[in-house]
């Protein structure tokens, strides 16, 4: 079955970089038609999706977030990153990792895959 684990740094200065890693296995990121996204939980608040990254390479991101968000994979690792620019502590929150066939999937319900979620902490 198709498994996907989060990596990264638990925590992050402002104004740095946050940069996470999904790793998938169980299938390939390039199969048809997969999209694979991030979504985080700040404390307290509810899902919020933060783009995604396809089968074909294409990716999307939340009009909130676009500005300072990058998605990219490597396919010869089947892995996605996630960056995110100019982070501030309002940025805290467990990312996850997700697989739909749905693009621009926005729902849970709507994800057949799920990494457990890693907690970033922005802080000095």
């Known amino acids: 079955q198709v498994q996907l684990q989060e990596s990264g740094p638990g925590l992050v200065k402002p104004s740095q970089t946050l940069s996470l890693t999904c790793t998938v296995s169980g299938d390939s990121i390039t199969t048809n038609y997969y999209y694979w996204s991030w979504i985080r939980q700040p404390p307290g608040k509810g899902l919020e999706w933060i783009g995604y990254i396809g089968y074909d390479d294409s990716t999307s991101y939340s009009p909130s977030l676009k500005s300072r968000t990058s998605i990219s994979r490597d396919t010869s690792k089947n892995q996605f990153t996630l960056q995110l620019n100019s982070v501030t502590p309002e940025d805290s929150a467990i990312y996850v990792c997700?697989?739909?066939?749905?693009?621009?999937?926005?729902?849970?319900?709507?994800?057949?895959?799920w990494g457990r979620g890693t907690r970033v902490t922005v802080s000095r």
């Open positions: 997700a697989g739909s066939t749905i693009m621009g999937a926005t729902q849970s319900s709507q994800y057949e895959f």
